[in-house]
Nanobody
Framework: QVQLVESGGGLVQAGGSLRLSCAAS????????MGWYRQAPGKQRELVAF???????MYDDSLRGRFTISRDNAKNTVYLQMNSLKPEDTADYFC???????????????WGQGTQVTVSS
């Protein structure tokens, strides 16, 4: 079993910052891609950013420059630093990871439960 637990969400004023964390635990032989998605009320879930185990990153173009994804492989944790937040960034933010639980096992994709971010104007 693998668990992804997000933290760091909350209420912030426009222009403020938040740092989200997502810690993976359980049967973790190897973690490849880790990423953040978000889902605003009434909208589909969308990719925010992801980071590979080697550190390569990809962002939604509209968020590049304000959001920064990073990871600590020793802690099995991925972070999302969000600066200059806007009301339209209000959403539930979900962590996602590709995990292999054993040397002989295959890759499986996991989701966290989400953390709510609310940006007030």
């Amino acid at each position: 079993q693998v668990q992804l637990v997000e933290s760091g969400g909350g209420l912030v004023q426009a222009g403020g910052s938040l740092r989200l964390s997502c810690a993976a635990s359980g049967s973790l032989f190897s973690i490849d891609n880790m990423g953040w998605y978000r889902q605003a009320p009434g909208k589909q879930r969308e990719l925010v950013a992801f980071i590979l185990s080697g550190g390569s990153t990809m962002y939604d173009d509209s968020l590049r420059g304000r959001f920064t994804i990073s990871r600590d492989n020793a802690k099995n944790t991925v972070y999302l630093q969000m600066n200059s937040l806007k009301p339209e960034d209000t959403a539930d933010y979900f962590c996602n990871a590709d995990v292999r639980s054993s040397r002989a096992g295959g890759w499986s994709n996991y989701w966290g439960q989400g953390t709510q971010v609310t940006v007030s104007s």
